[in-house]
């Protein structure tokens, strides 16, 4: 069965410095792969995805995250975390059509 | 605002009631989610409609009944709640092949 494996429940970083977010992903065939950032009370919003192609993807907001299917991970980065960039941060695997199989997601606190 | 309406956005409501959880989106997406999102646990997908059919996680308590129209809304009704429903209701649309989901910012409900 699909699944994403999100190590880190909790990370804390100081503002401005460097981010990695870690995901790991059990899919049979080649995975559409996804983070999404959810604020507090609010939905989830689509950072980036990834389908084919160029394994490192660029988002929004100034992440980025790389594919690489030899260890079976999609890890989100960004070289300088903002105060803003505090949330939840969730990585999903596409798992057929109409389906998405999400983390239990990775908490990030920034600190002044 | 990110094209999937939620209403309301929070609901206190008591065992006994009677409610409806709305969503909307005209994004031209054909498949709409209900995912529940309680503290501490993983997203968990209800509910699936996707070009009128309907797929639904065995799990879920017939307590609450989804209800899809047409394909731009979709309806969550909810009767004789239980107080571990409480959590957050998200609504959330895709076009197949697409990938991705579109998320509303969430009905926070809580059962009193």
């Known amino acids: 069965a699909q699944s994403v494996t999100q190590p880190d429940i909790h990370i804390t970083v100081s503002e401005g410095a460097s981010l990695e977010l870690r995901c790991n992903y059990s899919y049979g065939a080649t995975p559409y792969l996804f983070w999404y950032v959810q604020s507090p009370g609010q939905g989830l919003q689509l950072l980036l995805k990834?389908?084919?192609?160029?394994?490192l993807v660029q988002g929004i907001k100034g992440f980025e995250a790389e594919f690489k299917r030899s260890q079976s991970s999609f890890n989100l980065r960004k070289p300088s975390v903002h105060w803003s960039d505090a949330a939840e941060y969730f990585c999903a695997v596409g798992a057929g059509i109409n389906k998405l199989v999400f983390g239990a997601g990775t908490i990030l606190r920034v600190k002044s | 605002e990110t094209g999937v309406t939620q209403t309301p956005r929070h609901l206190v409501m008591g065992m006994t009631n009677k409610k409806s959880l709305k969503c909307e989106q005209h994004l031209g997406h054909n498949a709409m989610y209900w995912y529940k999102q309680s503290a501490k646990k993983p997203l968990e997908l209800m509910f699936v409609y996707s070009l009128e059919e309907r797929v639904e996680n065995n799990s879920v308590p017939s307590r609450f009944s989804p209800e899809c129209p047409n394909s731009s809304h979709l309806f969550l009704h909810l009767h004789t709640l239980q107080p571990e429903d409480s959590a957050l209701y998200l609504c959330?649309?895709?076009?197949?092949?697409?990938?991705?989901?579109?998320f509303g910012s969430g009905t926070r409900l809580t059962v009193v």
């Open positions: 990834y389908f084919s192609g160029d394994t």
């Open positions: 959330a649309s895709s076009r197949t092949g697409e990938g991705g989901y579109t």
